[in-house]
């Protein structure tokens, strides 16, 4: 008989505030500008508007609300899945969103931390596992993206994950891509959001009797990745992460952020695609690849940009909606994460991508620890 979790509320927002505001003021020096301590305490909107720069108790405010809805609407999706599976949208990137939250000293709780462990370690060990052909799904995006939120989590490397690095090692090309699928855009599509996922979870997880197979497959992951152009924002974004993962020069990302920031709309935000208006999946997804590659730092403008974007454009429920494009490929069910529709799954990602970029906004605790 499965263990039931029983939900345990998160600290509330007010407590996070009063926190961050305090960590603020004794810590000017984050880029970020001065507290809006009266607004976000009163209830009043962030201090976000068209010509306000965000500060760190606007985003810690924003974290702790969209963590609170992801952790919950995540076990409610592997609690009513048909096989209780984890997603990417909902359980992987809240694993990676919860790490980062950590590494910023952001406070909360999490009663659902072991269950989506266990969901995510059960796509290991079946929908990714070749040699269970029955429960096997051939898609290639399901393990990079367990894989690297079962990294987050600290989980340890074990016959299920060295089974599934496997299956992705033999899926590369001689030209170092891995053959993507396009089925779902855009979490399941580009050739260049695969090749980066995947050689991310292989390095991550692959034994050290693999080193050398490793540093060949990266190697040709690396060369095609500076030698090709991306054809859509999200493909720049990834390109890019996939590069820092590589160990490229600074010369080979800088000329992929170039093109990636020339997409910048003059509000901030990015856009999926150029015949759509700017989301939150492309505009944190954005952020987040030009703060990992360290191409963009949070202090440039660009950057304050796409923050105060963010954090104008969140609902009061801490989600970022987004309109899916993707057809649905399986029966619908609801994982109460908002608009409650079918948006849900896309909005999700988003809203752990918008998180993630924010964060990288805020320093790290251990830089901040040691500052004089």
């Known amino acids: 008989m499965p263990t039931k979790i029983i939900p345990v509320l998160l600290l509330t927002a007010a407590t996070v505030v009063i926190a961050a505001t305090a960590v603020s003021w004794m810590n000017p020096g984050t880029g970020l500008a001065p507290i809006a301590g009266v607004a976000a305490t009163t209830g009043a909107e962030p201090s976000t508007g068209p010509g306000a720069d965000p500060s760190a108790a606007d985003i810690r405010l924003s974290i702790s609300k969209s963590l609170s809805i992801l952790q919950t609407s995540g076990y409610k999706f592997t609690s009513r899945a048909k096989l209780h599976c984890a997603s990417c949208h909902h359980n992987t990137m809240t694993s990676m969103l919860e790490e980062k939250s950590k590494l910023k000293g952001i406070s909360f709780v999490d009663t659902f931390k072991t269950q989506r462990i266990q969901s995510m370690v059960g796509d290991i060990r079946f929908a990714c596992n070749i040699n269970q052909p029955d429960f096997f799904v051939p898609a290639k995006f399901i393990a990079p993206y367990v894989l690297v939120g079962l990294a987050a ?34 979490l399941e599509s580009g050739e260049m959001h695969l090749a980066s996922l995947c050689v991310r979870a292989i390095q991550l997880f692959a034994a050290p009797a693999q080193h050398k197979k490793v540093e060949e497959m990266v190697s040709r992951t690396k060369t095609w990745l500076e030698n090709t152009t991306a054809d859509v924002q ?36 990015w856009s999926q695609l150029p015949t759509m208006s700017g989301d939150a999946y492309a505009t944190g997804q954005a952020l987040y690849a030009l703060s990992e590659s360290s191409t963009l730092l949070p202090q440039d403008l660009a950057y ?7 954090l104008r454009h969140q609902d009061a429920s801490g989600a970022w909606i987004v309109e899916t494009r993707a057809f649905a490929i399986q029966p619908f069910f609801n994982s109460d994460f908002p608009p409650y529709d079918e948006n849900q799954y896309i909005s999700a990602t988003a809203t752990n991508w918008a998180a993630l970029a924010l964060l990288n906004a805020l320093p790290d605790q251990t830089l901040m620890a040691s500052a004089p």
Do not use: M
Request: aromatic residues 10%.
């Open 153 to 186: 989590e600290k989980y340890q490397p074990d016959p299920y994950t060295d089974i599934a690095v496997d299956y992705l090692i033999n899926q590369q090309k001689p030209d170092g891509t891995f053959g993507a699928e396009f089925g779902r855009p855009p």
């Open 234 to 269: 999200q493909e720049l974004n990834f390109q890019l992460l996939g590069l820092q993962w590589c160990s490229s020069n600074r010369q080979e990302k800088e000329k992929v952020a170039a093109r990636l920031l020339a997409l910048q709309h003059p509000d901030g935000s």
């Open 304 to 310: 304050q940009k796409g923050v105060s974007w963010l």
